[in-house]
């Protein structure tokens, strides 16, 4: 009963539409506010890997909750 194409078809688009409405909620909730924090830290891990887990510390302290 349940391998037919039709309810698996069916399953996948609802499953399809549950993840869009998740990403877009994500999206629209998300602090921007943290995007520079963010940034800065993606440069320090890339640039200078062995200091990275200090600055993380100092740069976890300035984040807002989202």
Avoid: C
Avoid at 20 to 41: F, H, K, M, P, Y
Wanted: aromatic letters at 8%; zero cysteines; charged letters at 25%.
């Amino acid at each position: 009963m349940f391998n037919s194409p039709e309810i698996l078809w069916g399953v996948g688009t609802v499953l399809l539409l549950i993840a869009l409405i998740w990403g877009v909620r994500q999206s629209r909730t998300r602090n921007r506010a943290n995007d520079a924090i963010t940034e800065e830290a993606t440069h320090e891990a890339y640039n200078d890997p062995a200091h990275y887990p200090q600055k993380k510390r100092e740069l976890e302290k300035q984040t807002r909750p989202s």
